[in-house]
């Protein structure tokens, strides 16, 4: 089976294939082989005809009455993003909000994990926090895993020198949490997380009231990729979906 060019896929479509890959990460790692589109919808909250016309774009991926070989659309949206999303990051930084980070270490099934972090402070270097070992800073250079492109930057001190040090190490994106600046050479990303301001943007900006109602809450639809409306589902839905896919496939 051959798949389409990406650069034939519209672009509101494949900003939905992150969003079917984490889904079918999931359901693969909850042991579910086959899934129909109408299950799918369920999960992800996309209609499934758009669904179905999405996976038009990728060949003939599935049989009707039959459903989709999750195995077989993860290796597809695996090719068709460009990487197999097993990607190394580390973390700079294991303090409150590093070891936040590290508990929180599973991305959805999507995008890789924290595979070790580093630190200043000697209580925590050679301890294993929520799974992931740390390192002394002075051990970067050594302890680096090989082909390691992204780093969490958590610190507060040395912020400068650290990112200098990163680079040569080959880091080329950094999800900055320090709140500080510093500057990166070309071909650098930076993606600041800076809470304070996103606080103050709520603050200074009307924010929109639910209406309650006796036996449930109206939530506001929300937009797609591609300027969809469809009404926002809660949690427990998708594990209900989840959970009846599941006994489906057994």
Known sequence: ????????????????????????????????????????????????TTIRRDFSFLGNLGKQGYGYSVDRLVD??????????????????????GRALMNYNKWDYVVGEIVCAFDRDESKIGMELYGVPVYSIDELEERIPSGCHIAILTITHGVQNTV??????????????????????????VKS??????IQELVLNPIPRIK??????????????????QEKISKNTCGAGLEKISRQSR
């Open 193 to 198: 997380v800076d809470v304070v301001s996103s």
């Open 1 to 48: 089976m051959t798949t389409n060019n990406n650069k034939n896929v519209p672009k509101a479509t494949f900003q939905r294939y992150p969003v079917y890959l984490k889904a079918l990460r999931k359901l693969k790692k909850h042991g579910v082989e086959r899934v129909m589109s109408k299950e799918l919808a369920e999960l992800v909250n996309i209609e499934p």
């Open 76 to 97: 597809i949206f695996n090719q068709q993003l460009g990487v197999d999303f097993d990607e190394k990051i580390i973390l700079v930084g294991a303090g409150n909000l």
């Open 212 to 229: 309650k109602h006796r036996n449930r809450t109206d939530i506001s639809p929300v937009a797609t990729c591609d300027g969809e409306r």
């Open 164 to 189: 200098d040090r990163l680079v040569e190490c080959g880091i080329t994106g950094i999800i900055d949490f320090t709140s500080k600046h510093f500057n990166v050479p070309k071909g650098v990303v």
